[in-house]
């Protein structure tokens, strides 16, 4: 959706903000953007962005969308100094998006400044990866004033042409994201096992997966992660450390509710042992910093079973 009439900025330019601001540009849009590392952000000047040097220079747009890694960060890339929100009433966008991972609380507190400060807060996390944002695959959950939300919805399919819902007030996309992020979670660790499963009993990785990518069973996220579960490709779109930071909000959340959730706890556990077992490794960081489908190694090492790359082409689903 293009709009020349609003004044639009994004911040955040990680595996996700890049190519999701770059759908933004490529539709039309006249897009400011701030990154930290301003380097990152350079090649979208190409695109027609406007790279600026701090987050207060978006102060004035009508729509600022943020993407960062945890809550900690969204509330300094906004209220810290030089922040997007910083300058106080009238002097701050007139809605913010954001697209991050972060807790309810976290977001229940950027709204509450946001609201003092005269700004509407959108909550809109998305689901998928890098690739499926380049590949027109990716999804939102919005949550805030309906009115904010709507307004910007056009905008948001953008990036997220497979449905943008609106799920109501307050923090309640949020509360959706973490679900997902759980059940993510208990996806890729089933997945894994499985396929450890099926391997040790003689079955190539590449025809089990292809048998469940075509079974009732299969699904977008199953055919992306076949790659590399086939080929041991562990080229990041996730970490682990971002993962178990996902398993724990969904657990105190359930918490916090009354919610028994067995299997996510057990995941929880599962995973905690596979970064254990990451110093082990000959560069435990690097292993930890690449994706979280290395779930696969460590239940391969339990069941005694010694992992090649099959060196196959196997199809993502997100080939254009």
């Not at 601001?21 to 400011?32: F, T, Y």
């Not at 076949?226 to 971002?242: C, E, I, R």
């Not at 905690?272 to 930890?288: E, V």
Request: aromatic share 4%; net charge neutral.
């Amino acid at each position: 959706m293009v709009d020349q009439t609003r004044r639009i900025g994004w911040i955040g330019m990680g595996r996700m903000g890049f190519p999701m601001a770059e759908r933004l540009l490529k539709a039309g849009n006249k897009v400011s953007i701030y990154n930290r590392t301003k380097s990152k952000a350079e090649p979208l000047a190409a695109s027609g962005a406007t790279i600026i040097d701090k987050p207060s220079d978006l102060a004035g747009m009508d729509v600022v969308f943020a993407i960062v890694s945890e809550g900690k960060d969204l509330i300094e890339v906004l209220f810290g100094p030089n922040g997007a929100a910083s300058g106080g009433p009238g002097k701050v966008p007139k809605i913010i998006v954001d697209c991050s991972s972060i807790s309810v609380e976290e977001s229940a507190e950027v709204r509450k400044r946001l609201a003092v400060a005269g700004s509407d807060f959108v909550a809109a996390p998305v689901s998928g990866n890098g690739k499926c944002v380049k590949a027109g695959k990716l999804s939102s959950v919005m949550s805030g004033p309906e009115a904010a939300c709507l307004s910007v919805k056009s905008l948001i399919e953008s990036y997220a042409p497979r449905g943008v819902t609106y799920v109501g007030e307050g923090e309640l996309s949020r509360i959706c994201k973490i679900a997902h992020n759980v059940m993510l979670g208990v996806v890729i660790q089933n997945l894994c096992e499985i396929t450890v499963l099926a391997n040790k009993a003689g079955v190539p990785r590449e025809a089990f997966l292809k048998f469940m990518n075509n079974s009732v069973m299969g699904s977008i996220f199953t055919a992306y992660k076949s790659p590399a579960l086939v080929n041991l490709d562990w080229t990041t779109t996730f970490t682990p450390k971002l993962l178990r930071k996902d398993l724990d909000l969904g657990l105190d959340l359930a918490h916090g509710l009354d919610v028994s959730m067995p299997v996510t706890a057990a995941t929880r556990e599962a995973l905690q042992q596979h970064m254990g077992l990451a110093s082990q490794k000959p560069d435990p960081a690097a292993y930890l910093a690449a994706d979280f489908a290395t779930l696969l190694e460590t239940i391969a090492a339990g069941a005694g079973l010694k992992l090649k790359p099959e060196n196959k082409d196997v199809p993502s689903g997100l080939e254009s």
